[in-house]
């Protein structure tokens, strides 16, 4: 199911590591193991994303590349910067993001890619390390935020705007998977059967966005808000 919803509109976490941690998988080895397992799955419906024609490759490939390091520059902070403070700021930004999304009707249903020149790759890249430092950083909803930056500020269709965050969202996990290999925290008895489970959900999840558009994606993009704020607000 987390690899499902993902694929969709981000937010897999938020049923994946809940499991882990009741699993009494100690957290950050539950953090670790999950961003592997998710990385599994992400990785097939990124694929299913790019095979349908979704992805600007070059727009993806200077994304991914600032993504990466951003989400290792993020990782490496904070061990020496606490994160907790951003705890605050989190639920102000997904009202913010919901507001803008579900009081414009219009808003990601339609796709307006404009022809892309080098001020939009520019752009692209300092976004994908903006907020692939924040997925190292702290994290939650990294793919719903990509999501939304790329129907804002590049008036993409939610549709293409999902297969472009999920190749950002990609790399940012495969940092912080460095990052916890490195550390030895990831339970690989538990990572791997999870994802290749997560694998079915996102490729089922990709071809259900991919058949249905915004339509499909748009409800669970807020579906996905919901359970955002609601985990940090009440559960963290």
């Not at 803008?100 to 520019?122: N, P, Q």
């Not at 994290?139 to 549709?159: E, H, I, K, M, Q």
């Amino acid at each position: 199911m987390g690899g499902l919803v993902d694929a969709m509109a981000g937010g897999g976490g938020l049923i994946s590591l809940p499991s882990l941690i009741a699993a009494g998988v100690p957290p950050h080895a539950a953090l670790a193991t999950n961003k592997v397992q998710s990385a599994i799955g992400t990785t097939f419906s990124t694929l299913r994303y790019i095979r349908s024609g979704y992805v600007i490759l070059k727009l993806g490939v200077i994304g991914f590349i600032a993504s990466f390091a951003g989400s290792y520059s993020g990782a490496w902070t904070v061990l020496q910067v606490p994160g907790d403070s951003l705890e605050a700021i989190i639920p102000a930004l997904i009202v913010i993001v919901a507001a803008i999304t579900f009081l414009r009707k219009d808003f990601g249903m339609k796709d307006r890619e404009a022809s892309l020149d080098t001020r939009h790759y520019f752009a692209a890249a300092g976004f994908a390390f903006l907020l692939g430092f924040y997925d190292g950083f702290f994290g939650p909803g990294t793919g719903s935020f990509l999501a939304f930056g790329f129907v804002l500020f590049f008036r993409f269709g939610f549709l293409r705007a999902t297969a472009h965050a999920k190749l950002l969202n990609l790399a940012s996990n495969y940092a912080a998977i460095l990052a916890f290999v490195i550390g030895g925290e990831v339970y690989w008895m538990i990572a791997l059967p999870m994802g290749l489970a997560n694998i079915t959900g996102a490729w089922t999840g990709a071809g259900l966005a991919i058949r249905g558009g915004a339509k499909v994606i748009k409800p669970v993009f807020g579906a996905v808000l919901v359970g955002l704020l609601v985990k940090i607000v009440f559960f963290s």
